[in-house]
């Protein structure tokens, strides 16, 4: 069964960092692009950053660059966004999802809350 | 920036009905990159359709995705209880590559 389990979110205050990751099974992980999508509480989705299957290209929104950096690890079959410098309006459910042909996310796992707070 | 465009924001809608929900780009867009996601509360969106018409893998057949050029729309041919959630359009393409409408709640009449 394809898997994606992200974890590392939490609570963090104005100004600081966190790292998530994504765990993937059940597919040649390092066959794939990945890419992380964000939900504000109570918004809609918002697409955050992407990455190659070798690394070799990457992406950022307007919204995280400069602040976000996606990276992966082929041999432990994981996918990171190290985040910093977090604001309020980073405060989201971060989703790793699967990148498929014509660009289609498949699966996405089941997200990690991160909460930027005083 | 393609801008994609959503409609309308709330539709509601009673079981066994059909749903028309619809998604609009600020420009003409490639079709084979225009996707339909699923999302019911508290959990992570579901791929529907891909390429504008092409349903995932175990999506009913009353799932059905149209369009062409800015216009695409989302077809529920008859509403089981299910299928009330959140939908979101998504497309690749431009700067940045990835976009997503604001999506369309689908609500029990």
């Known amino acids: 069964e394809v898997q994606l389990v992200e974890s590392g979110g939490g609570l963090v205050q104005p100004g600081g960092s966190l790292r998530l990751s994504c765990a993937a099974s059940g597919f040649i992980f390092s066959s794939y692009s990945m890419t992380w999508v964000r939900q504000a509480p109570g918004k809609g989705l918002e697409w955050v950053s992407y990455i190659s299957s070798s690394s070799s290209t990457i992406y950022y929104a307007d919204s995280v660059k400069g602040r976000f950096t996606i990276s992966r690890d082929n041999a432990k079959n994981s996918l990171y966004l190290q985040m910093n410098s977090l604001g309020a309006e980073d405060t989201a459910v971060y989703f790793c999802?699967?990148?498929?042909?014509?660009?289609?996310?498949?699966?996405w796992g089941q997200g990690t809350l991160v909460t930027v707070s005083s | 920036e393609i801008v994609l465009t959503q409609s309308p924001g709330t539709l509601p809608l009673s079981p066994g009905e059909r749903a028309t929900l619809s998604c609009r780009a600020s420009?003409?867009?490639?079709?084979?990159?225009l996707a339909w996601y699923q999302q019911k509360p508290g959990q992570a969106p579901r791929l529907l359709i891909h390429g504008t018409s092409s349903r995932a893998t175990g999506i009913p057949d009353r799932f059905s995705g149209s369009g062409s050029g800015t216009d695409f729309t989302l077809t529920i041919s008859r509403l089981e209880p299910e299928d009330f959630a959140v939908y979101y359009c998504?497309?690749?393409?431009?700067?940045?590559?990835?976009?997503f409408g604001q999506g369309t709640k689908l609500e029990i009449k």
């Open positions: 998504q497309h690749f393409g431009g700067s940045p590559p990835y976009s």
């Open positions: 999802a699967r990148e498929r042909a014509s660009a289609r996310f498949d699966p």
């Open positions: 420009q003409s867009v490639d079709s084979s990159y």
